[in-house]
C-alpha cells in the first residue's frame, strides 16, 4: 500500500507571497492532519480534516488554511508568507485521528 | 489541549549503553504515542499504550505507562548507532488533535 505522498518536497519563496502544499493520504484514510515542525517550536498541530470537514485547529493565525477534497486529498495554503514561516509541513493520515498516524514526507519550506 | 514536558531534551549516548526518556503530563493521559524521527526524515509510529501500568516491549525498546497515566517512558538497552533521532511522545485526545512531546534528541558515541 502507497504511504503518504506530500507535494511539493521543497519550496523557496519570498515574504508576502503564498504557498499552497498537497497531501495524499493513503488510499481508504480519511482522516488528514497538518503539522508545522521547527527547531524551536518542535512539532505543532495545524488542522485535522474528515470527510472535507475541519474539526480541529490548533493556534495559528488565519493566514493558515486548508481543506479537504473528496478523494481525502488535503491542501494547505499560507498566505502573505513571513519569514518565521520557514519550516517542514508534515501532514499525517489515519482511519482515526486517536490511534497510529502515518506521516509523509513533508515539504520543506523557506521563506527568504 | 493536554500538553506533555519530555525529558532530556538531548541524550548523549555511548555506544552499547542503557537510557530512558520520560514523557510527563499533569493531567490523566487517555492514551500516548511514541514515534521517532531519524535526522531528515519523518515521525514513524513505534507503539501507543493505552492501560494502566501498561508495559510493551519491541526488541530492545520497553515502553511504560505509569499506575496514574500521567507519564511514560521509552527505554533502549544496548544502544546502537541505529538509535539515532528524535524520539517523541504524543497524547491524542477526543477533540482529534494529537499534541506532542518537545522530543528527545539521541546521538551516539561510536
Known sequence: KAGVTQTPRYLIKTRGQQVTLSCSPISGHRSVSWYQQTPGQGLQFLFEYFSETQRNKGNFPGRFSGRQFSNSRSEMNVSTLELGDSALYLCASTIDPRDEQFFGPGTRLTVL | ?110
Open chain 2, 1 to 110: 489541549g493536554q500538553q506533555v514536558m519530555q525529558i532530556p531534551q538531548y541524550q548523549h549516548v555511548q555506544e552499547g549503553e542503557d537510557f530512558t526518556t520520560y514523557c510527563n503530563s499533569s493531567t490523566t493521559l487517555s492514551n500516548i504515542q511514541w514515534y521517532k524521527q531519524r535526522p531528515g526524515g519523518h515521525p514513524v509510529f513505534l507503539i501507543q499504550l493505552v492501560k494502566s501500568g501498561e508495559v510493551k516491549k519491541q526488541k530492545r525498546l520497553t515502553f511504560q505507562f505509569g499506575e496514574a497515566k500521567k507519564n511514560s517512558s521509552l527505554h533502549i538497552t544496548a544502544t546502537q548507532t541505529t538509535d539515532v533521532g528524535t524520539y517523541f511522545c504524543a497524547v491524542s485526545s477526543n477533540d482529534y488533535k494529537l499534541s506532542f512531546g518537545a522530543g528527545t534528541t539521541v546521538t551516539v558515541r561510536a
